[in-house]
């Protein structure tokens, strides 16, 4: 309940999580707010204006852009957030393993971790996508290929950092379970990391799952999705530009949110980021360093 309080005094990011909420909710619902069928062919309506029965208008095949919009918030969205919730579970139980038990153990997932993260991200996501052919399900499986390296690493860091603390510490010594002792004492304390991390990555998955179909890679025709939507009003982007408008500025408004959304959830789940009082004329702060710069500074 504090961490609500503390992001609803920004105004920004409450206004980002409320957008996130009803961005999930209506692509969750989306045949009850979707006003027709998206897959539609109306060729009758090709490139129609705005009505009040198409509010959007109609594209090259006469489908109802609003129609298509609201459903393809599933791609875009919340078949990420299940692609984001895989990775961020595999990499959070491989550094919490890691950053716990160290050792060979530690040896063995980091150089497994160090393997993964030296290869480009975007260029082996081309690769895989290469491999096993374009799609949204391929995409999906690539992401959680290379992305789980990089929440172990992260989430390991934030791991040896409390299991270093004095209650951990006489729970070893008292004979707890390590079962017990990851899982009431160091997975609430780093629930707050993950959070704070998988918010910052999923701005830049939506950001590369409507690239790769933007570029011909990812959904494929007739599904809608909102980087497809953009490559096919290409050829009318000077005569219709609003064909492009909605969906460049559904994927701005998401993106937006999600990152203004990680840095209130970093400010409220760290105080020592928060402060009550304004910073006198002259007075040094210190910069705060954000998890990456830590993992880099390690």
């Not at 539609?40 to 309506?45: F, G, R």
């Not at 160290?102 to 975007?122: H, N, Q, T, W």
């Not at 203004?260 to 360093?289: C, H, I, N, W, Y």
Request: aromatic share 10%; hydrophobic share 55%.
């Amino acid at each position: 309940m504090n961490i609500l309080k503390n992001i609803f005094k920004d105004k920004i990011a409450a206004a980002s999580l409320l957008m996130i909420a009803a961005v999930v909710v209506v692509g969750i619902l989306a045949p009850l707010f979707a006003p027709h069928d998206p897959e539609e062919v109306n060729m009758e309506l090709r490139y129609a204006g705005s009505t009040w029965e198409y509010w959007l208008g109609n594209d090259h095949l006469g489908r109802c852009i609003l129609s298509r919009m609201i459903y393809g918030i599933q791609p875009s969205v919340l078949w990420v957030l299940a692609a984001l919730a895989v990775s961020v579970a595999v990499g959070a139980i491989l550094g919490l393993v890691a950053g716990y038990f160290r050792g060979k153990v530690d040896a063995f997932i980091m150089r497994i971790c160090d393997m993964m993260l030296s290869f480009p991200e975007y260029v082996m996501t081309l690769a895989l996508i290469g491999v096993f052919g374009v799609g949204l399900t391929n995409i999906l499986i690539a992401f959680i290929f290379m992305k789980w390296a990089w929440f172990a690493r992260v989430i390991r860091t934030s791991v040896m950092q409390y299991a270093e603390q004095d209650y951990v510490k006489f729970a070893r010594a008292v004979g707890t379970p390590y079962w017990t002792i990851i899982c009431r004492h160091i997975v609430p304390v780093t629930l707050s990391d993950i959070a704070v991390i998988s918010s910052s990555a999923m701005g830049s998955m939506v950001l590369q799952i409507t690239g790769f179909s933007f570029l011909g890679l990812g959904v494929q025709a007739p599904t809608a999705e909102w980087g497809m939507m953009l490559n096919e009003a290409r050829e009318v982007m000077f005569s219709r530009p609003e064909l492009m408008l909605a969906p460049g500025l559904a994927i701005i408004v998401v993106v937006s949110a999600f990152q203004f959304l990680s840095d209130a959830l970093q400010v409220a789940l760290d105080p020592k980021l928060f402060t009550s009082r304004p910073k006198l004329r002259g007075e040094f702060t210190a910069p705060q360093m954000t998890l990456q710069e830590k993992e880099v500074a390690r």
